[in-house]
């Protein structure tokens, strides 16, 4: 309203050269009016509710389905706990619809059938053996994050089929599965199905990372911290103390990994329900407008409830203040549900933090990711090629250390990711150079200083040879 108007109603609109964003019943009109078999409106429910006019969206629906000339099938989906609530605020848009309500995939008996159909869409049998371990299996899985009903069906039955095909090799009949393809999917897809001993297993693959010294001293630290909170609630006792985290370190230095080890940790020790994680970058959380803002940031939480929320590349959120109020709201309301973790560059993610007092305090333990040194790296190349049982010639060692010392200035340089890119580059190299070739056991176990990729300069210099 103009100055001095009227307060109250709702808030104008933001102009854009002088014209008003288009309404979410002015996009409905459009998506309505594209030709093509068929348009899937999904969560036609929270559309609706969101809507600062809902009555115009209904409208616009009801008007594109009565128009001849509009001949698109419209399916739209929405939760069962929201049909009631559609049904009684707009039963008339409702009745544009013939309603269907799928089966609850949240039950067992109907999750077996739903393997079957799948299983016989792949020509997969599933024995009698793994057929009652599948049905432990499914009847105790709740699901983390997104990964829910049908997809949480498909993805255990493909991760299964994918087990034996690694383990048996492929077949041209029908696959048979039998419980050896279906050992320890459900713990993978779901860490808080893990008994309490396997915190030590991840503490052994936390130890096993190269480097990290004093992270790995925090991390046991923070484990017999979480020990004593998991025996406190269990006796009723409410930890105050929060338990997020901040991994401050440059590029490649392991914290996705170690905030992925501190989530099972925590889902094994009963803090989380599940474990997993959910890694987003500030630009998935900004939206056009506060309340898309609002609600990506509501739809990564809800995807990321029983386990972690890793926001990587923190520092940026300096740029999008209405993501981290959202965040702070979320913090308040959901931070017993979930580990957040923020990490970033050290520079830029102190400072972001200490322009923001206020949301460093919902935070607690920081872990400072230092990178490898130069022998280390090679040492970790190594370690990628004894793992996949190849041995590194000493004039190859030599150059690595040449090469990681000039890959440092480059600005995609990211310690463990660039020697991993490095090591499946120089193993592509060598399958290359050997095509063909008369070879041994030796040989093709043998990475030699011919197998490393081309540095920029070489290229270049290879290209100016060939043009004189």
Same mark, same amino acid.
């Given at each position: 309203p103009p100055s001095g108007g009227a307060s109250g109603g709702a808030p104008p609109k933001t102009m854009v050269d002088g014209v008003a964003p288009p309404t979410a019943a002015d996009l409905m009109k459009r998506v309505l009016a594209q030709r093509g078999p068929a348009i899937l409106f999904e969560r036609l429910d929270a559309a609706l509710f969101a809507a600062s006019d809902p009555a115009a969206l209904v409208?616009?629906?009801?008007?594109?389905?009565?128009?001849p000339a509009v001949d698109t099938a419209l399916v739209a989906t929405c939760e069962p706990s929201a049909y009631k609530r559609m049904l009684a605020d707009h039963p008339r848009l409702v009745e544009t619809f013939r309603v269907y309500r799928l089966p609850d995939l949240s039950d067992p008996e109907n999750r077996m059938t739903l393997?079957?159909?799948?299983?016989?869409?792949? *020509? $997969?049998? $599933?024995?009698?053996?793994?057929? =009652? !371990?599948?049905r432990a299996d499914l009847g105790r899985l709740r699901g983390p994050g997104d990964l829910v009903n049908a997809r949480l069906v498909e993805t255990?039955?493909?991760?299964?089929?994918?087990?034996?095909? =690694?383990?048996a090799g492929a077949s041209r009949d029908r696959l048979v599965l039998d419980p050896q393809d279906l050992h320890g999917i459900a713990e993978g897809l779901e860490p808080a199905l893990r008994p309490p001993g396997d915190i030590d297993g991840y503490l052994r693959q936390l130890d096993a990372l190269h480097g990290l010294d004093e992270v790995k001293r925090t991390v046991h630290e923070l484990v017999e911290e979480a020990r004593v909170a998991a025996d406190r609630a269990r006796y009723g006792v409410t930890e105050h103390r929060p338990l997020h985290l901040l991994l401050a370190g440059p590029p490649g230095t392991g914290k996705s990994t170690v905030a992925g080890l501190v989530g099972g940790i925590f889902a094994a020790l009963g803090l989380l329900g599940s474990g997993h994680v959910v890694a987003c970058r500030p630009a998935h959380l900004t939206? *056009?407008?506060?309340?898309?803002? =609002?609600?990506?940031? *509501? &739809?990564?939480?809800?995807?990321?409830?029983g386990g972690v929320l890793l926001v990587r590349d923190a520092h940026l959120l300096d740029r999008v203040p209405e993501v981290v109020a959202e965040l *702070?709201?979320?913090?308040?309301?959901?931070?017993?549900?979930?580990?957040?973790?923020?990490? &970033?560059?050290?520079?830029? @993610?102190?400072?972001? @933090?200490?322009?923001?007092?206020?949301?460093?305090?919902?935070?607690?333990?920081?872990? =400072?990711?230092?990178?490898?040194?130069?022998r280390?790296? $090679?040492?970790?190349?190594?370690?990628?090629?004894?793992?996949?049982?190849?041995?590194?010639?000493?004039?190859?060692? $030599?150059?690595?250390?040449?090469r990681f010392e000039q890959m440092r200035g480059e600005a995609s340089f990211g310690y463990a990711r660039t020697v991993r890119e490095l090591f499946d580059a120089t193993v592509a190299?060598?399958?290359?150079?050997? !095509?063909?070739?008369?070879?041994?056991?030796?040989t093709v176990a043998r990475l030699t200083v011919n197998d490393l990729p081309e540095t920029s300069l070489q290229q270049m210099m290879g290209g100016l040879h060939e043009g004189y």
């Amino acid at each position: 309203p103009p100055s001095g108007g009227a307060s109250g109603g709702a808030p104008p609109k933001t102009m854009v050269d002088g014209v008003a964003p288009p309404t979410a019943a002015d996009l409905m009109k459009r998506v309505l009016a594209q030709r093509g078999p068929a348009i899937l409106f999904e969560r036609l429910d929270a559309a609706l509710f969101a809507a600062s006019d809902p009555a115009a969206l209904v409208t616009a629906v009801r008007r594109a389905r009565r128009d001849p000339a509009v001949d698109t099938a419209l399916v739209a989906t929405c939760e069962p706990s929201a049909y009631k609530r559609m049904l009684a605020d707009h039963p008339r848009l409702v009745e544009t619809f013939r309603v269907y309500r799928l089966p609850d995939l949240s039950d067992p008996e109907n999750r077996m059938t739903l393997l079957h159909l799948l299983a016989d869409e792949r *020509r $997969v049998t $599933v024995g009698g053996a793994a057929l =009652e !371990a599948a049905r432990a299996d499914l009847g105790r899985l709740r699901g983390p994050g997104d990964l829910v009903n049908a997809r949480l069906v498909e993805t255990y039955l493909d991760t299964a089929c994918q087990r034996h095909l =690694e383990r048996a090799g492929a077949s041209r009949d029908r696959l048979v599965l039998d419980p050896q393809d279906l050992h320890g999917i459900a713990e993978g897809l779901e860490p808080a199905l893990r008994p309490p001993g396997d915190i030590d297993g991840y503490l052994r693959q936390l130890d096993a990372l190269h480097g990290l010294d004093e992270v790995k001293r925090t991390v046991h630290e923070l484990v017999e911290e979480a020990r004593v909170a998991a025996d406190r609630a269990r006796y009723g006792v409410t930890e105050h103390r929060p338990l997020h985290l901040l991994l401050a370190g440059p590029p490649g230095t392991g914290k996705s990994t170690v905030a992925g080890l501190v989530g099972g940790i925590f889902a094994a020790l009963g803090l989380l329900g599940s474990g997993h994680v959910v890694a987003c970058r500030p630009a998935h959380l900004t939206g *056009r407008d506060r309340h898309d803002t =609002e609600s990506r940031v *509501r &739809g990564m939480v809800e995807q990321a409830l029983g386990g972690v929320l890793l926001v990587r590349d923190a520092h940026l959120l300096d740029r999008v203040p209405e993501v981290v109020a959202e965040l *702070r709201a979320v913090l308040h309301r959901e931070g017993h549900r979930l580990l957040v973790v923020c990490a &970033g560059p050290p520079d830029g @993610l102190y400072g972001f @933090l200490a322009a923001h007092p206020e949301f460093r305090e919902e935070f607690g333990r920081e872990l =400072e990711f230092e990178g490898l040194g130069d022998r280390e790296l $090679v040492r970790l190349f190594q370690a990628y090629a004894e793992r996949d049982l190849y041995m590194l010639d000493e004039e190859l060692r $030599v150059e690595l250390l040449s090469r990681f010392e000039q890959m440092r200035g480059e600005a995609s340089f990211g310690y463990a990711r660039t020697v991993r890119e490095l090591f499946d580059a120089t193993v592509a190299r060598q399958a290359a150079r050997l !095509a063909g070739a008369d070879v041994d056991a030796s040989t093709v176990a043998r990475l030699t200083v011919n197998d490393l990729p081309e540095t920029s300069l070489q290229q270049m210099m290879g290209g100016l040879h060939e043009g004189y």
